[in-house]
């Protein structure tokens, strides 16, 4: 009686650990077949857009470039580069999951030497205009939530220059100065 209980219970014991194998197999098979994404899908050149008096337009600063975002593969996988024109910021992306309609991206900033990695989602807002969200969440809580379209849709925002009045520096102080000196 014992012998049979003993071999019962290691029946039960041997079933639960091939379902307990299974479905780790199974759910991790699952898991990397939907949450993976392959980054070369997405538009690889972005333009920042800006609200004004109620549309989104491509808005040039005064005292920088536009922020541009560019992804960029390269032999150790794929760079996210984050240009504000007078800054310069790249992050090498260590993975990329799609989850819905939502990507959400790890990155490790390529200036640090921490192994802390940040966090950044993308999500369409307007796919056929080509018109995308990229929200980062930073370690201080600071969030940067911005509507970016892909390049190659661009032409159809119009571009606004911010005045040089409204900016300030070194460049502009120069300009100020050319206009005062113009004056009668």
């Known amino acids: 009686m014992k012998r049979i209980l003993f071999l019962m219970a290691l029946s039960i014991l041997l079933a639960l ?4 194998a299974m479905s780790t197999f199974l759910v991790s098979c699952n898991r990397e077949n939907r949450l993976q994404f392959d980054l070369s899908k997405l538009p690889q050149k972005w333009v920042k857009l800006t609200k004004n008096e109620g549309n989104l337009v491509i808005f040039n600063p005064c005292n920088a470039a536009n922020t541009m975002l560019s992804i960029h593969k390269n032999e150790n996988g794929y760079q996210l580069v984050i240009d504000e024109g ?9 993975e990329a999951m799609k989850v819905a309609d939502t990507l959400f991206l790890r990155a490790k900033w390529n200036w640090s ?11 369409w807002s307007d796919e056929e205009n080509g018109i995308g969200h990229w929200v980062t969440v930073y370690s201080g809580g600071f ?5 970016y379209v892909a390049s190659y849709k661009k032409d159809g925002f119009s571009i606004v220059n911010e005045p040089c009045e409204a900016c300030w520096g070194i460049a502009c102080d120069e300009v100020l100065a050319d206009k005062q000196t113009a004056l009668p």
């Open 86 to 94: 007078h800054k310069t910021f790249e992050l090498k992306v260590v």
């Open 143 to 147: 969030t940067t939530d911005f509507p």
């Open 17 to 20: 650990t091939i379902l307990l």
């Open 113 to 123: 030497e921490s192994e802390k990695l940040q966090d950044i989602r993308f999500v």
